[in-house]
């Protein structure tokens, strides 16, 4: 299940968004995102994690939890919404 992850510090890591998360279960994939013209972190990540059960488990008990100083907002990753790119002409 891949989860999103957002109100993140812009000094939390991936090592540990996967530590937190890895307590819960067993942790896929961190992703955090970064701006593409400026390459800094855009606030918010992606976890994915194997077993659906863990990956709710880790909702509930990360959703509210406060990493590096900010309270983080921790829930399923709706699918990405088509936002009309692709060829312009």
Known sequence: MKLYVGNLSYN??????????????????????NDRETGRPRGFAFVTMSN???A???IDVLNGREIDGRTITVNEA??????GGGRRW
Do not use: M, W
């Not at 709706?78 to 936002?83: E, H, L, M, S, T």
């Open 78 to 83: 709706r699918p990405k919404a088509d936002r």
């Open 52 to 54: 659906d059960d863990e």
């Open 56 to 58: 709710r488990a880790a």
């Open 12 to 33: 939390t890591t991936q090592d540990t968004l996967h530590s937190e998360f890895a307590a819960h279960g067993q942790v896929e994939e961190v992703a955090i995102i």
